[in-house]
């Protein structure tokens, strides 16, 4: 589990992770807590079941509950640095599962529902799985320590 761990903790040496892994985190952060809360404007976890079903993802309640959470607590991971990899893997399936279900058809420009937003999350997404959460990192200091 230790070895597990501290593989999962491994991160490339930097700062450009944290400009990318706080804007992401926040804006991921934000969406997770209108499905889930309906903070921000959004329509809490009811809401976000139904509009799902709406559009053919069921169960609709379950699969906000794991979008809801994904986006929430996967930001919050990123905020922190903590476990980087992993939730840059759970929040690409996310962005991915979005872009192909909802965004898609609309094109690539947000203007008309595109998948251009998305598309740039997902990025992010993939680009710190791979890379890791960078010098300044709670990911950092546990590596450290099982080091």
């Not at 804006?27 to 976000?48: C, D, N, P, R, V």
């Amino acid at each position: 589990m230790k070895a597990l761990i501290k593989n999962i903790t491994h991160s490339s040496t930097g700062i450009d992770a944290l400009a990318l892994r706080l804007a992401a985190g926040v804006i991921f952060t934000a969406h997770g807590a209108q499905k889930l809360f309906a903070w921000f404007g959004g329509y809490g976890l009811e809401g976000t079941a139904g509009w799902m079903a709406s559009i053919g993802l069921e169960p609709g309640y379950l699969l906000a509950l794991m979008a809801g959470s994904a986006e929430f607590f996967g930001g919050l991971f990123l905020i922190l640095g903590l476990l980087v990899r992993p939730a840059g893997v759970v929040l690409a399936l996310t962005m991915m599962v979005a872009i192909v279900s909802v965004h898609l058809e609309h094109g690539l420009f947000m203007s008309n529902n595109g998948y251009e937003f998305a598309l740039s999350l997902l990025a992010i997404s993939v680009g710190l799985a791979f890379r890791g959460a960078g010098s300044i990192s709670l990911d950092r200091e546990l590596h450290k320590k099982l080091a």
